[in-house]
Structures are given as structure tokens and as C-alpha cells.
């Protein structure tokens, strides 16, 4: 659910000192996103071994031919930077989260993990793919203690109970919601723009929105943004789509009211979804998370004005890829 840019296959040095391929059983966790994968390496007292990040993929890939093979490219790349760190029999394990699956157990899941084993030389077995989400969860909590909203290209909220069930709300996709996601948030910013132009030709001259946004896509005219919304493959255009949300908080800091509206009610539309939770299961505290609130100040502003005052509301980032790779380490 990351709203940054695609990166090429890159690792970072450890944070501690030593040598990944001085010992065994390492733990690799992914982070995958619609845009971009982030990777850890653990070892079982938790130290850091290495970290980096490639392309982003979805379980949505598996759905084309052409989706395939990028998924292919990029979970090469991901074993490439990967096996730099750990020696051959070094793995222990493998924790994904990866957005876009929504039955690990599921067909997707299965494929994914046959794919992840050939890459990487694990059995399927030693292999656990699970949503984004659920991941993100586990990094911040314990079953049974608090709600997650996270907010990248879409948005959703999670609870895991004392019994390991997944409970969720939002998280439908760009027809069906995600509203307060970065899709959402670039979709209703052009929609926008593209209703002022009906009634005024050229008003985008005078919106600093307007301006950002078609800066972004490259031209002004209605067969770019045509292009850019409807053109090429759905799962890749998704991340792109939400990358343009970053055109929208640039005029936000530019103080284009425009934006700053728009930003607010994102914020308004994310509070939503803990809420639906908290009316179902009772409440606790809420966790807000991912790339979009670290758009503009108006996105959390707008979050907790809709919350109540007595509901505890964090923001924080968890470290998805790390957490996931200490709990592959220990995995029996």
C-alpha cells in the first residue's frame, strides 16, 4: 500500500554489525505493495541482518498474462537482493504480507508461494502469505487488543481477535470504496478538476491543484488524464493512479483550499472505518497507519476530528517487513 515510487532491486547494510552468512536460520519478511516491496532479514533473537526494497506486486498479477510476468521480474529481483545477504540453507522462513490477497489459503496464496519457494529455495511449507494488512496488523498488536487503519493506494481497517479471526472494514476496492485511500484521494482531485473544465474551459490555469495534477500526468488536455485513468494494466495503473496523490498534497502545502478540502475529508472517510469496528466489537484502541497519512497534516487532522475524543488514536508506521521477518525466524 506504499505511495512512493517504484525502486529497483536495492538493499540496505545491517543495522547491527556481522555477517548474514556466518550464521543460520534467517527470517525474511516482505512488505508488498502495490508500488513497493520492502524486505527484511532477521535472525531468531530478532537483530536485523539486512533490509531493501524492489518493485511492488499484487495477487492481483496473477490475473493476466502480462501481470505474471512482472510479478516473475520482480520476485527475481527480490531472491537476486535477497541471497546477497543469506547463504544458501540460511532461511528458515518466509512472512508476506502482500496486497491484494484476500485467501491466503486460497488459490492466489497457493500460487504465490510456489512462486516465492522456486525463487528463493524454501519449500511452500516454510512459507506464510497473508494480506498486507494482517501483516501491518501483527506488527503493532496482539490478537485481541486493538484496531488498524491503514491507509496506502486503498484503505481499510483490521482487528485480529484472541482467536486469530480477521475482522475488516472497508478495503473494496477503487469501485466499491476505499474511500480516503490514495486512489480515492487522486480519483475525486481529477473528478474535480474535470467538472470545473466542463462549466469553464482553462479554469485549471487558475488552481494550484489543477496545475499539480496535470504537471503530473504530463499534459492538461482530457486524452491524458483519459489515458493515465483507463489506459494500460488495471493492477499497475492502481499504483500509479494512487501515486497521484502526491500531486494533490503538494498543493495542499501550497494552501490550494482545494486540496486542503479534499485532504480533510479523507481524513473524515478514513474515521469511518475504525468506527464500523468499534460499533461491532466494542472499543479499543486505534492504530492509524501507511503512506497516505504522511501526505499532509489535513489527512490526521481531519481523522481525529471524527473520532470521538475518548477514543485513543495513535499515528504510527509499523515496520511491516522487520516484524514479519522475526516471526519467520522463530517459526518452527
Do not use: K
Not at 67 to 74: C, M, N, S
Not at 232 to 239: I, V
Not at 245 to 254: S, Y
Amino acid at each position: 500500500m506504499s505511495l512512493t515510487p517504484d525502486a529497483t532491486a536495492s538493499a540496505h547494510a545491517p543495522d547491527r554489525p556481522g555477517s548474514a552468512r556466518a550464521g543460520a536460520g534467517l527470517g525474511l519478511g516482505l512488505d508488498a505493495g502495490g508500488t513497493q516491496t520492502r524486505w527484511a532479514l532477521s535472525r531468531p533473537d530478532g537483530t536485523l541482518v539486512a533490509r531493501g526494497e524492489v518493485g511492488g506486486f499484487s495477487a492481483l498479477l496473477l490475473d493476466s498474462s502480462a501481470g505474471r510476468v512482472a510479478l516473475a521480474q520482480t520476485l527475481q529481483s527480490l531472491a537476486a537482493a535477497v541471497i546477497a545477504h543469506a547463504a544458501p540453507g540460511a532461511l528458515r522462513g518466509l512472512q508476506a504480507g502482500i496486497t491484494g490477497l484476500g485467501e491466503p489459503d486460497g488459490p492466489a496464496g497457493r500460487q504465490l508461494r510456489a512462486l516465492l519457494a522456486q525463487q528463493l529455495g524454501l519449500a511452500p511449507a516454510q512459507i506464510h502469505c497473508d494480506s498486507d494488512i494482517a501483516q501491518a496488523w501483527h506488527a503493532l498488536y496482539r490478537p485481541g487488543e486493538g484496531y488498524l487503519v491503514y491507509a496506502g493506494t486503498g484503505a481499510i481497517a483490521a482487528f485480529i481477535d484472541a482467536d486469530g479471526a480477521l475482522h475488516r472494514a472497508g478495503g473494496r476496492g477503487p469501485l466499491l470504496g476505499d474511500e480516503g485511500g490514495g486512489q480515492w484521494i487522486a480519483r475525486e482531485a481529477l473528478a474535480l478538476v474535470w467538472r470545473r473544465e466542463d462549466d469553464a474551459p482553462g479554469a485549471w490555469t487558475d488552481s494550484a491543484l489543477a496545475r499539480h495534477l496535470f504537471d503530473e500526468l504530463g499534459g492538461a488536455d482530457w486524452p491524458t488524464t483519459r489515458a493515465f485513468m483507463y489506459g494500460g494494466d488495471n493492477a499497475a495503473r492502481r499504483g500509479s493512479i494512487g501515486r497521484l496523490a502526491l500531486a494533490v498534497a503538494r498543493a495542499a502545502e501550497a494552501d490550494d483550499p482545494d486540496a486542503l478540502a479534499l485532504l480533510h475529508r479523507a481524513g473524515r472517510e478514513l474515521a469511518r472505518l475504525p468506527l464500523a469496528l468499534v460499533r461491532r466489537l466494542g472499543v479499543r484502541p486505534v492504530t492509524a497507519a501507511g503512506r497516505v497519512l504522511q501526505l499532509h497534516p489535513a489527512i490526521e487532522t481531519g481523522l481525529r476530528a471524527a473520532l470521538p475524543h475518548d477514543l485513543p488514536l495513535a499515528v504510527q508506521q509499523p515496520d511491516t517487513a522487520l516484524a514479519a521477518a522475526r516471526r519467520a525466524a522463530l517459526a518452527p
